[in-house]
């Protein structure tokens, strides 16, 4: 459970994270990343970045870069957030495949279903 603390600073983070790959991104022609979550620990020293990237075939060589950069991202990060944060959070990135999966599923489902189900032979009633 997250403290009113905890959900505010992640939520400012996101913001400014998300600002911040905004711009990161133009570098990376083609590609858009988008924080989907921040969870931050109780003693605002680690923050776990959730990222989806567009396309999703690009993801692990983007992250990649992302987790190479990070020094530079943390330091964007902490000129954004100097007043308001003493300490910015050590910056932990993964990818959220979460919407690759959502739309997994409402491609299974616009599928054509298969044929109704016939039975050779009659169900079996309960006297038998």
């Known amino acids: ?62 992250l990649a870069k992302v987790q190479d950069d990070s020094k530079a991202i943390r330091y964007d990060l902490g000129k954004r957030v100097r007043h308001q944060l003493r300490i910015v959070p050590a910056l932990y990135f993964h990818v959220d495949d979460s919407l690759d999966y959502l739309e997994n599923i409402d491609n299974l489902l616009r599928s054509d279903p298969p044929g109704p189900i016939t039975e050779e032979e009659p169900l079996a009633t309960k006297g038998e």
């Open 1 to 62: 459970m997250e403290t009113t603390r905890q959900q505010k600073i992640s939520r400012m983070l996101q913001k400014e994270l998300g600002e911040i790959f905004l711009l990161y991104a133009r570098e990376l022609h083609g590609t858009l990343i988008t924080v989907t979550a921040v969870r931050i620990s109780p003693d605002l020293g680690i923050a776990h970045t959730h990222l989806s990237i567009f396309p999703s075939d690009k993801s692990a060589a983007v």
